[in-house]
């Protein structure tokens, strides 16, 4: 670490977890400054210095926060702690001078609540509701390929499993920040009793001024104004047939769904246990249960144009519960004849090394390759090699296998950065894809080797990784290793080529880094003797040393 910390921005710089003004510079500040102070406070477990918040208090006023309001949609679509940043824009009095949004939310903060037993004004209300909603995003899943059990598993219930389902349905969400959103305005309006409706008006005011587009601003009125339908029928009503069909057809799609489940559920719970208890909480999975199996059913008959439905059926009875729920139904359709393939590839050349089946997908700032062949050992650690040959850089890998045949599907989450190129990384272009796609044939079908590959790239053999610490944790169903060191290009596919030769099989991996640090976690078959592999890793790591 350096002397003065490391540096974030030209000003600001963390040290001993401490965000503050690099030699107490606060003429330097703007809102563009701390809006990336905000975003690292947020993703982590850091405090802002105490002279760098007088300060900020202190002269609140002399700032430009128009910049800094119309990224409020960016900011809480940031993995971390959204309820922390919250609360301190209020107590820093930042909020107060974003717009009509931040206004209402600071006058909600002063409004006590119409129950008179309740503990919070309104304001505090939602910002717990919203330490709910960080607590599901960032439950980690006992066993990162089934979740705990799925919806509707014959299973007693318990906080832990509880929290895993709800973040198994929260990970389907394409865009999680109008849920966000929706959650913080949702009361913006009360004690008004039509402040669902009245809530809904201002949203789509305050929504744009917040940077959301079009369609997210609609999310969010939507959510605001039926944000007691689903509590409602949980406590109140008899579900028949019509009732359940009249909530679908407001509803309207899956996403909807899934998003207004998860922001009353966290609003319910931030009422306290005595509004919220076992029977309504119970109710209310039940209704949401229920009302998917009508969404998943109406999307089922799209599909023929792709594969008839009991093709479809027979295909996910073979696929983790995971991804029965995080894989949307145009991917799965595309992945059934991925599977179809590359099955018959496999069955066609069973003396000879199969090759795979690649498709691309962008999204917005990255390209998803979905990648279909049997499974082999070290796939990973060759594919990401491929990836650092090209100056692609993993920032996800999911591997999903098919129980009856052994073959897999790979997701990767991919962004360029070419050499000499300064600025964000970014998909990939059209002709980097073919590229990749010949390539990807080529290597598994060990046409050409990964060596070959280097040598065309130009790529030094003689790079090294700096590995910090590395932690070997058994499970019932997986083993988890988890591996600091070097935030640097190609530490992937290092690390997994190390896995790679004591057999170990990566079967998922998340990675993520700060400040020049990379901490990496392998997902691989269960082992019996934790210490001894341990122990075997870090030997082949000093091997691979000298």
Same mark, same amino acid.
């Given at each position: 670490?350096?002397?003065?910390?490391?540096?974030?921005?030209?000003?600001?710089?963390?040290?001993?977890d401490?965000?503050?003004?690099?030699?107490?510079?606060?003429?330097?500040l703007d809102? %563009?400054?701390?809006?990336?102070?905000?975003?690292?406070?947020? +993703?982590?477990?850091?405090?802002? $210095?105490?002279?760098?918040?007088?300060?900020?208090?202190?002269?609140?006023?002399?700032?430009?926060?128009?910049?800094f309001?119309?990224?409020? @949609?960016?900011?809480?679509?940031?993995?971390?702690?959204?309820?922390?940043?919250?609360?301190?824009?209020?107590?820093?009095?930042?909020?107060?001078?974003?717009?009509?949004?931040?206004?209402?939310?600071?006058?909600?903060? #002063?409004?006590?609540?119409?129950?008179?037993?309740?503990?919070?004004?309104?304001? &505090?209300?939602?910002?717990?509701?919203?330490g709910?909603?960080?607590?599901?995003? +960032?439950?980690?899943?006992?066993?990162?390929?089934?979740?705990?059990?799925?919806?509707?598993?014959?299973?007693?219930?318990?906080?832990?499993?509880?929290?895993?389902?709800?973040?198994?349905?929260?990970?389907?969400?394409?865009?999680?920040?109008?849920?966000?959103?929706?959650?913080?305005?949702?009361?913006?309006?009360?004690? $008004? /009793?039509s402040?669902? #409706?009245?809530?809904?008006?201002?949203?789509?005011?305050?929504?744009?001024?917040?940077?959301?587009?079009? +369609?997210?601003?609609? $999310?969010?009125?939507?959510l605001?104004?039926?944000?007691?339908?689903?509590?409602?029928?949980?406590?109140?009503?008899?579900w028949?047939?019509?009732?359940?069909?009249?909530?679908?057809?407001?509803?309207?799609?899956?996403?909807?769904?899934?998003?207004?489940?998860?922001?009353?559920?966290?609003d319910? &719970?931030?009422?306290?246990?005595?509004?919220f208890?076992h029977?309504? &909480?119970?109710?209310?999975?039940?209704?949401?249960?229920?009302a998917?199996?009508?969404?998943?059913?109406?999307?089922?008959?799209?599909?023929?144009?792709?594969?008839?439905?009991?093709?479809?059926?027979?295909?996910?009875?073979? #696929?983790?519960?995971?991804?029965?729920?995080s894989?949307? /139904?145009?991917?799965?359709?595309m992945?059934?004849?991925m599977?179809t393939?590359?099955?018959?590839?496999?069955?066609?050349?069973e @003396?000879?090394?199969?090759?795979?089946?690649?498709?691309?997908i962008?999204?917005?700032?990255?390209?998803?390759?979905?990648?279909?062949?049997?499974?082999?050992?070290?796939?990973?650690?060759?594919?990401?090699?491929?990836?650092?040959?090209n100056?692609?850089?993993?920032? $996800?890998?999911?591997?999903?296998?098919k129980?009856?045949?052994?073959?897999?599907?790979?997701?990767?989450?991919?962004?360029?950065?070419?050499?000499?190129?300064?600025?964000?990384?970014?998909?990939?272009?059209?002709?980097?894809?073919?590229d990749?796609?010949f390539?990807?044939?080529?290597?598994?079908?060990?046409e050409?080797?990964?060596?070959?590959?280097?040598?065309?790239?130009?790529?030094?053999?003689?790079?090294?990784?700096?590995? %910090?610490?590395?932690?070997?944790?058994?499970?019932?169903?997986?083993?988890?290793?988890?591996v600091?060191?070097?935030?640097?290009?190609?530490?992937?596919?290092?690390?997994?080529?190390?896995?790679?030769?004591?057999?170990l099989?990566v079967? #998922?991996?998340?990675?993520?880094?700060?400040?020049? +640090?990379?901490?990496?976690?392998?997902?691989?078959? /269960?082992?019996?003797?934790?210490?001894?592999?341990?122990?075997?890793?870090?030997a082949?790591?000093?091997?691979?040393?000298?």
């Amino acid at each position: 670490m350096l002397a003065n910390g490391i540096p974030i921005s030209d000003v600001l710089a963390v040290r001993t977890d401490i965000l503050y003004c690099m030699d107490n510079n606060f003429g330097e500040l703007d809102a %563009d400054e701390l809006f990336i102070l905000f975003t690292y406070f947020q +993703q982590y477990d850091f405090e802002i $210095d105490a002279s760098l918040a007088t300060f900020i208090s202190r002269y609140v006023h002399a700032f430009d926060w128009h910049s800094f309001q119309n990224r409020m @949609a960016e900011l809480i679509n940031i993995p971390g702690d959204v309820e922390k940043t919250l609360t301190r824009l209020h107590r820093l009095n930042i909020l107060s001078y974003l717009g009509e949004g931040g206004e209402l939310f600071e006058k909600a903060m #002063m409004t006590r609540s119409e129950r008179s037993l309740d503990p919070y004004t309104v304001g &505090k209300h939602t910002l717990v509701a919203i330490g709910h909603l960080d607590e599901i995003r +960032q439950t980690e899943s006992s066993s990162p390929f089934g979740g705990a059990g799925g919806f509707g598993a014959p299973t007693t219930p318990s906080p832990t499993s509880e929290l895993e389902e709800l973040n198994t349905a929260f990970r389907s969400l394409s865009d999680p920040s109008p849920l966000y959103m929706a959650l913080f305005l949702h009361d913006i309006d009360k004690p $008004d /009793p039509s402040h669902p #409706m009245t809530g809904a008006e201002k949203a789509e005011r305050i929504a744009p001024e917040f940077g959301f587009n079009s +369609q997210q601003t609609d $999310d969010i009125c939507f959510l605001i104004r039926e944000h007691l339908a689903m509590i409602d029928l949980a406590r109140y009503h008899h579900w028949d047939e019509s009732t359940i069909a009249e909530f679908c057809k407001k509803v309207n799609s899956l996403e909807r769904l899934t998003a207004l489940y998860l922001l009353t559920y966290c609003d319910s &719970k931030a009422n306290g246990s005595q509004n919220f208890s076992h029977v309504v &909480k119970h109710n209310l999975k039940s209704l949401y249960e229920v009302a998917r199996t009508r969404f998943v059913g109406q999307e089922e008959t799209q599909w023929g144009a792709f594969a008839p439905v009991e093709e479809f059926q027979q295909f996910l009875h073979h #696929m983790p519960v995971s991804y029965r729920i995080s894989v949307s /139904p145009e991917e799965i359709a595309m992945h059934i004849k991925m599977t179809t393939q590359a099955e018959a590839a496999s069955t066609e050349t069973e @003396a000879t090394p199969s090759t795979g089946i690649v498709q691309f997908i962008d999204r917005p700032g990255f390209t998803e390759l979905h990648l279909c062949s049997p499974s082999r050992i070290g796939k990973l650690h060759t594919v990401s090699g491929l990836f650092f040959a090209n100056g692609i850089d993993v920032r $996800d890998a999911r591997v999903y296998t098919k129980q009856d045949t052994n073959i897999e599907l790979e997701i990767y989450r991919l962004v360029h950065q070419p050499l000499h190129h300064k600025g964000e990384p970014m998909p990939l272009d059209e002709e980097l894809k073919r590229d990749l796609d010949f390539d990807i044939r080529s290597l598994l079908a060990e046409e050409v080797t990964l060596d070959e590959v280097f040598e065309k790239h130009y790529v030094n053999l003689n790079d090294t990784w700096q590995v %910090d610490d590395v932690a070997v944790e058994a499970a019932r169903s997986y083993s988890e290793i988890v591996v600091v060191g070097e935030e640097k290009m190609g530490f992937l596919h290092y690390f997994s080529g190390i896995l790679a030769k004591l057999g170990l099989n990566v079967e #998922m991996c998340k990675c993520s880094g700060l400040g020049g +640090q990379a901490i990496d976690r392998f997902y691989v078959q /269960p082992v019996a003797d934790p210490k001894a592999v341990h122990a075997d890793i870090m030997a082949a790591l000093e091997a691979e040393n000298f």
